[in-house]
């Protein structure tokens, strides 16, 4: 029944997967063989698709499935204390079942609930401002089986707090404005005016939007595709989250825009698993759009033909890399891709496929309205417009800020009520750690290029409990298909551990380094690429904190290399000679 509803299309496999899990808390060997039947795919994708999706699991979960954010800013807010009296309460141990089943507990990745946490999901729905008091309410309700629609809604209520609107918070456009706008102009003049606005990729990496849009176009193949990453993974980014939940809407008008431009017939919205709760007013939104003519057959009056598919990812952090995002599209692993080729060209099923982030599509709406002059009147020589932040840590007034590129550190962290500040992470744990003898540096693609986050740590913090937890992030989230990046990303967690724990010589820092060298150089993407950023910034800024805690002379072994990789190979499917590190001499 659940593959006739999802018309046997294997590329919905992360759909029927999700549904099997809410339902009977995991997914058994009976489900994968009818499964694999139903959709004449090989039981190995099911079983790989299972292991490697975090909020997929073989093994029964409690009825009431508890993770709870590992993020930096949720560990600040005191996290760590309350996963442990959570534990206490519901008695289940962390990673475990109770032996009744009703309820587990696990850490899970940031949430992206930053400026309101310490933050978690229940059966995957979000949860806020976690304290002592609303741990013993919710352990009261798990006790008493009470179904999660008779909880207290403020227990799933999520603020937007937008605290600084600037060019594009601050003036939203009227549905379907964007798309009159382009067609009065002329959908060429248009993209023109894209071009000149000088915007780029707002996910990060910054390519150029009218170029990438302009090169699906140029395609021979007719069929195109339009899919927006909202996958916003990076810890400390939840701007993603409130653009969906205010602006929804200018963000579909500039899918479709781009569809126009394009010639694309199909879009998909890639919303993270993690932000379930926005599910079905997207879907409203999406409704009204249709009714309104914006969507579907003939819009406009006019001889286009497009319309928008909402998917769910499933808990896996490497999904925001463009490639592996079509392939988990797909109905695959999020494996990134070798490129080229680029999605342009041949992505979504081979097809030429545009993936923007969020905030570009809500960017590229406005312009079509307001032209490109007006966005290329702010910002730098080559960082045109604004950038909008997700500002979060030790700060009075976390939130969104939307500021001109060109923009000081120091202006954000006066703005946002930091005090007594060490420094500030800006782009996630793959970014830069600017220390605060550095807050006269921009914000822009010459100086700090983010995807948006921006986190703020005072003088309480501790620079190696930062690097920690980053390194145990991407070991985490390490997608483990190629060798430097998943034996690499173990490897630096266990020496920064081992250095952390006060094991480490001198020997031991010079190792580190290197292992940071070895995984910045050849790893396969982006992950791995950054990966070794939180040790390598923080080394350079502050290698007296990192030699305060080298206690031995001589050199002391932390572990068993090999033996520690097993369960890292075992989630890869290696076990083969070059999967040991013995044997590549490594
Ligand atoms: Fe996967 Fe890491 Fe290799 Fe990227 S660098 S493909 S995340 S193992």
Known sequence: DLAAKHHFQPTRLLEMLREIQARDHHVSNEAV?????????????????????????????????????????????????????????????????????????????????????????????????????????????IERQVPLAE?????????????????????PIAQGEGLKAAYARGLNQT???????????????????????????????SERYVVCNADEGEPGTFKDRVLLNAFADQVFEGMTLCAAIVGAQHGFLYLRGEYLHLYDKLQTILAHRREAGLLGRGILGRNFDFDIEIRLGAGAYICGEESALIESLEGKSGIPRNRPPYPVTHGYLDKPTVV?????????????????????????GKSKGTKILSVSGDCARPGIYEYPFGTPVRTILDDCGAEDVLG?????????????????RLLA?????????????????????IARNFTHFFAHESCGFCTPCRVGTSLLR????????????????????????????????????????????????????????????????????????ETARRLANRSDAAAHLSQTGE
């Not at 029964?60 to 996290?79: F, Q």
């Not at 909880?151 to 003036?171: C, M, T």
């Not at 800006?426 to 605060?436: A, D, K, R, Y």
Request: with cysteine; aromatic share 10%.
């Open 191 to 221: 993209l023109a005016e894209i071009d000149a606005s000088g915007l780029r990729g707002r996910g990060g990496a910054g390519f150029k939007t009218a170029a990438k849009w302009r090169f699906c176009a140029e395609e021979a193949e």
């Open 445 to 465: 693609f010459e100086d700090l290029a983010t995807g948006g986050s921006f986190i703020v740590f005072d003088n309480r913090r501790n620079i190696l409990d």
């Open 151 to 171: 909880w207290p809604s403020e227990f799933f209520h999520a603020e937007d707090n937008i605290r600084k609107p600037g060019l594009l918070l601050g003036q």
């Open 33 to 141: 063989e009818l499964l694999a039947e139903a959709l004449r795919i090989p039981r190995t994708r099911l079983i790989d698709a299972i292991e490697f999706y975090s909020f997929f699991s073989s093994t029964p979960k409690g009825r009431y499935e508890l993770r709870i954010s590992d993020s930096i800013t949720d560990k600040m807010l005191g996290k760590d204390a309350l996963i442990d009296y959570l534990s206490e309460k519901l008695r289940v141990p962390v990673g475990g079942v109770r032996s009744d089943g009703l309820v587990s507990l696990d850490n899970t990745s940031c949430t992206g609930m930053c400026d309101q946490g310490p933050a978690g999901l229940v059966n995957g729905h979000a949860l806020t401002r976690l304290d002592r008091a609303r741990i013993d309410r919710i352990a009261g309700l």
């Open 424 to 440: 500030a992470q800006i782009g996630g744990p793959s970014g830069t750690f600017v220390s605060n003898r550095e807050f006269d």
């Open 494 to 565: 266990k020496q920064l551990d081992k250095i952390y724990d006060g094991h480490g010589s001198a020997g031991d820092v010079a190792v580190l380094d290197e292992i940071c060298r070895l995984v910045k150089t050849y790893s396969h993407c982006g992950l791995g690429q950054t990966a070794a950023n939180p040790v390598l910034t923080t080394l350079a800024r502050y290698p007296e904190t990192y030699e305060s805690r080298l206690k031995k002379i001589s050199y002391e072994p932390g572990f068993d290399l090999d033996a520690e990789l």
């Open 356 to 380: 923007n982030n969020v905030e570009s599509f809500f960017a590229a709406a406005a312009i079509a309205v307001h032209g490109g002059g007006w966005f290329a009147a702010h910002g730098t």
